[in-house]
């Protein structure tokens, strides 16, 4: 009889190990640049609003650590807004203080995420976007044929470069506009003969200037709406001595022309009207008018197009992109840690990796190393490489409407 009793709890101890093994999911793996790797999800998903939800994952034979906001672009009252550090070109902050300061009833900024590459140097300059950037359908930087993500009026997400160029026509002569609160090229040597226009979005007052001729505009019905693709009629108010800063007065704006271009300024009398003409395409389809409401840019680099790998960085740092999936229908941010024993970052290629587990069809590359970070809930979710969050040029929120 004993043996009989220790037969059955044999068997049943024995059924019990073939349960558990058939019930044990099978571990979920990426493939991380031809590498099968073990992915843990440590958090979420954890739904932040209606539409959003947060998730991190840990690849420990990397080691990664990886923060993910997936967003649904159908979600009514949700939108992606870009926003300036302190509200001005020039000009850092922090995207915990962005989201923060951004934030009021009506207006609710759910998560956040750093975004362009800035200046560093010289200091006049420094935070100041490379890449342009649109918010809320105003071109407050011009774009410069740089990769970017683009969000149009309808909520449709594009990644592509995208190229600007702007014209001042007075009665019989056109001429270049050559920026628009950017101050020089960066692919483009004009030998210091150029037209800038900077608007209120620059910040209070202009670059400090030298030489040349400033021109005060205001617009001749109502007030200027700086659109991406558009026509503004615009008047002289009065015509002065390019040097130093120069206020913008509110609802104004400020033309600087410099080297031969201020030969441009005869036609350009107080009182004179004229056309100041914008148009901003994307390079993969230049003919066709993209509505953009929100505009960000990155270090330049495509990740990936329609599913195939792009562009590659070959060292590993942190990173923060942005992708959507094959519809168009759902937005990914994400960032990668690095520069940790926990973490060490990734190059592009291996976030290509990561970013086709996770179902992304398009994504770009933001900017990274230390700018790094992701805020939910008004918190930090994933771990900065400087220790602490770091004041950049400007950044990408999530807003429940």
């Known amino acids: 009889m004993v043996k009989k009793y220790k037969f059955i709890a044999v068997w049943l101890l024995g059924l019990l190990a073939v349960a558990t093994a058939t019930a044990r999911p099978k571990a979920r793996q990426w493939t991380i640049d031809g590498r099968n790797c ?22 420990p034979a990397i080691p990664l650590q990886v923060s993910v906001l997936t967003i649904d672009l159908k979600t009514p009252g949700l939108s992606l807004e870009t926003c300036l550090g302190a509200d001005q070109i020039v000009g850092r902050e922090t995207p915990t203080s962005m989201a923060q300061r951004k934030s009021k009833p009506g207006h609710r900024v759910v998560a956040a995420v750093n975004g362009d590459f800035y200046m560093t140097k010289p200091k006049e300059l420094k935070g100041m976007p490379r890449s342009g950037q649109v918010c809320r359908d105003e071109l407050v930087e011009n774009p410069v044929g740089r990769a970017c993500l683009v969000i149009d009026d309808n909520n449709r997400p594009y990644i592509d470069r995208v190229d600007w160029a702007g014209t001042i026509a007075c009665g019989d002569s056109t001429f270049r506009l050559h920026t628009v609160n950017m101050i020089g090229l960066e692919k483009e040597n004009t030998g210091g003969n150029q037209t800038f226009l900077f608007t209120g979005s620059y910040g209070p007052v202009t670059y400090d200037c030298s030489g040349g001729v400033k021109v005060q505009i205001g617009a001749v019905n109502g007030s200027f709406n700086w659109m991406p693709t558009c026509s503004q009629q615009c008047v002289v108010d009065t015509v002065y001595n390019g040097d130093g800063t120069t206020p913008i007065p509110a609802g ?31 390079r993969s389809c230049p003919e066709q008018l993209v509505a953009i409401k929100e505009l960000v840019g990155g ?53 290509y990796g990561v970013l086709k587990a996770l179902g992304v069809y398009n994504a770009v590359n933001l900017d990274g190393g230390g700018s790094s970070c992701m805020v939910v809930g008004g918190k930090v979710v994933n771990t900065p490489s400087d220790g602490n969050v770091r004041a950049v040029g400007n950044g990408l929120l999530v807003v429940e409407n």
């Not at 440590?42 to 739904?47: D, F, N, Q, T």
């Not at 990173?319 to 690095?338: E, P, Q, S």
């Open 299 to 351: 270090s330049d680099h495509i990740i990936m197009r329609n599913g195939a790998f792009v562009d590659d960085w070959a060292a590993r740092h942190p990173r923060t992109c942005a992708g959507y999936n094959v519809k168009g229908d759902r937005l990914f941010l994400v960032v990668i840690d690095g520069r940790s024993k926990a973490s060490c970052g990734v190059t592009l290629k291996e976030a």
């Open 252 to 282: 104004k704006a400020i033309l600087w022309l410099q080297g031969s271009d201020t030969t441009h300024a005869r036609m350009l009398a107080k009182g004179t009207t004229f056309t100041l003409n914008f148009k901003t395409t994307l």
């Open 38 to 59: 073990d992915v843990e999800r440590v958090a979420g998903p954890r739904r932040v609003a209606r539409g959003v939800t947060c998730d991190k994952y840990v690849l």
